[in-house]
Nanobody, 122 residues
């Protein structure tokens, strides 16, 4: 059974940086698109960024373009989200996801991580 597991969340001040990691197991890493979603209290889950197979394309939400960078390391079966210039509105639970499509639509995600909390404080 495949699974994805996130790590790297925490509390950071406005303008700071964090890097999230997501490791996949039991999943053919080269055959799935991977992405990050987030959900703030009272809001719907939204896609933050996605990276496609064979890792030649990426997608970013407008709200994070120029600040976040998604990448993947096939040798380590791991995906990363480097988050810079963090804002209060980036505060949310961040979820790693993987699917056989584009990993930009939550309803088609095959694998979800348990989530890691990111809190940006002033």
């Amino acid at each position: 059974q495949g699974q994805v597991t996130e790590s790297g969340g925490g509390v950071v001040q406005t303008g700071g940086s964090l890097r999230l990691s997501c490791t996949a197991s039991g999943v053919d890493f080269d055959d799935v698109a991977m992405g990050w979603f987030r959900q703030a209290p009272g809001k719907e889950r939204e896609v933050v960024a996605a990276i496609y197979t064979p890792a030649t394309g990426t997608h970013y939400a407008d709200s994070v373009k120029g600040r976040f960078t998604i990448s993947r390391d096939a040798a380590e079966n791991t995906m990363y989200l480097q988050m810079n210039s963090l804002k209060n509105e980036d505060t949310a639970m961040y979820y790693c996801a993987a699917d056989s499509s584009s990993c930009t639509v939550s309803s088609t995600v095959d694998y979800w991580g348990q989530g890691t909390q990111v809190t940006v404080s002033s």
